[in-house]
């Protein structure tokens, strides 16, 4: 059993929890400081399973936060691939492999430019070895 908080001027779901945790506390001590208001502005029901909590961030805000995860996952792959920039690393492969490392690289490198929708982008595939 889950305890909801919903914004009464909206409906908009604020937070759920589990039944165990003090809901007055969480009410009082969290949905409060996070959206503002008083306790008479929310209603606690409760629900047989999770429900989601409404995002109340804008379109905007929330495409920002998309492009800002792709950009650290592809950070995260161009780190990943640093070695590829070694002359050590780069003096012990075929050219083939160090030309499809650079080409990796490079496409890594263009995100997100290369791609309008952050729903959509298409992620290059690592080379092999």
């Known amino acids: 059993m889950y305890h909801v908080i919903t914004r009464k001027s909206d ?5 759920r929890r589990p039944e165990t945790v003090g809901i ?7 949905v409060i400081v996070n959206h503002g208001g008083a306790a008479a502005d929310y209603e606690i029901t409760t629900s047989e399973t999770p429900v989601e909590v ?3 961030r804008s379109p905007a805000e929330i495409e920002a936060a998309k492009w800002a ?3 650290a996952e592809r950070d995260r792959l161009l780190a990943a691939s640093d070695e590829w920039g070694l ?5 012990r ?6 030309a499809a490392w650079d080409a990796y690289r490079q496409a890594l490198c263009e995100l997100p430019q290369t791609s309008a929708d952050p729903d959509t982008v298409v992620w290059p595939d ?3 070895g």
């Open 11 to 15: 409906g908009a779901v604020m937070d």
């Open 24 to 30: 007055m506390d969480v009410l009082n001590n969290q």
């Open 54 to 56: 409404t995002d109340l």
């Open 69 to 71: 995860a792709i950009r």
């Open 87 to 91: 002359v050590d690393r780069r003096t």
């Open 93 to 98: 492969a075929t050219p083939e492999t160090i």
């Open 126 to 128: 690592p080379p092999a």
